[in-house]
């Protein structure tokens, strides 16, 4: 009787084991789909600013759309302060800066650095629960990034680009259909929150909307599952 039972008890265990090496296999590559694009270290952002000297009802009334900047460098710092401003965690609990549905964070923040002190030209994307970057893409893609968005040639001159892009899974997988609805308004209050910072700042921003989403998707070399949505150049006004 164990003689019997033998063969078949070998072929369910070579059934199982084929299985898990498997599933193994399928969650080792999902996993390195996250992280293939990333070329560098991390680099940390200084701590971002609590109190400034100009109010919130001072940037609500000289907010404006900028599309013209000066050929002048700005700091990590104030990068680093934007990047709070749009998606930026400010509760231990990770609650961020910008309200989410759910607090289901679908946005994914990068920015195309092309004139940024102490930052080399490149794609980094921002880690808000470590406040900090990882590149992903070396070389200045600004260019590029312009042609993706039909040729408006000021993406290329700012020193920065922030280009904001939703993971609409995370939302919808709770809400449904209208999950998506969510995603734009989240992109929507972090927009906000990023030209306001720019006023404090006294830089200038603009939202780009006009865009090839595949020629974004792969000048940034964005994972399958993003979207692009925003894509915010930043610099000093003329």
Not at 19 to 27: H, Q, Y
Not at 95 to 124: D, F, H, Q
Not at 205 to 230: C, D, H, M, R, W
Request: charged share 25%; aromatic share 8%.
């Amino acid at each position: 009787m164990y003689k019997e039972k033998c063969p078949g008890i070998i072929i369910i265990l070579l059934f199982i084991g084929v299985i898990s090496v498997g599933a193994f296999m399928f969650f080792k590559e999902e996993e390195n789909k996250s992280k293939d694009h990333l070329v560098d270290n991390e680099t940390n952002l200084p701590k971002p600013k609590r109190e400034s000297d100009v109010s919130l009802e001072e940037t609500l009334h000289s907010r404006r759309s900028i599309r013209d900047f000066r050929d002048r460098a700005i700091s990590l710092e104030e990068v680093s302060q934007l990047l709070w401003a749009g998606q930026g965690v400010t509760e231990e609990n990770g609650k961020r800066a910008t309200p989410s549905a759910g607090a289901t964070y679908p946005l994914e923040v990068y920015i195309v650095a092309n004139n940024v002190e102490g930052v080399e030209e490149g794609v980094y994307l921002f880690h808000p629960e470590k406040h900090n970057l990882s590149k992903i893409l070396e070389g200045d893609v600004s260019e590029k990034l312009a042609s993706a968005a039909l040729g408006q040639d000021f993406i290329a001159q700012a020193p920065v680009n922030i280009v904001i892009t939703g993971v609409y899974e995370r939302t919808v997988s709770r809400y449904g259909e209208r999950g998506e609805r969510y995603v734009h308004m989240e992109a929507g209050h972090a927009s906000q929150n990023i030209y306001l910072q720019c006023e404090s700042l006294n830089l200038g921003t603009v939202t780009v909307g006009a865009f090839g989403n595949e020629e974004v998707i792969e000048v940034l070399k964005l994972n399958e599952e993003e979207e692009p949505l925003y894509i915010m150049p930043v610099g000093y006004p003329l």
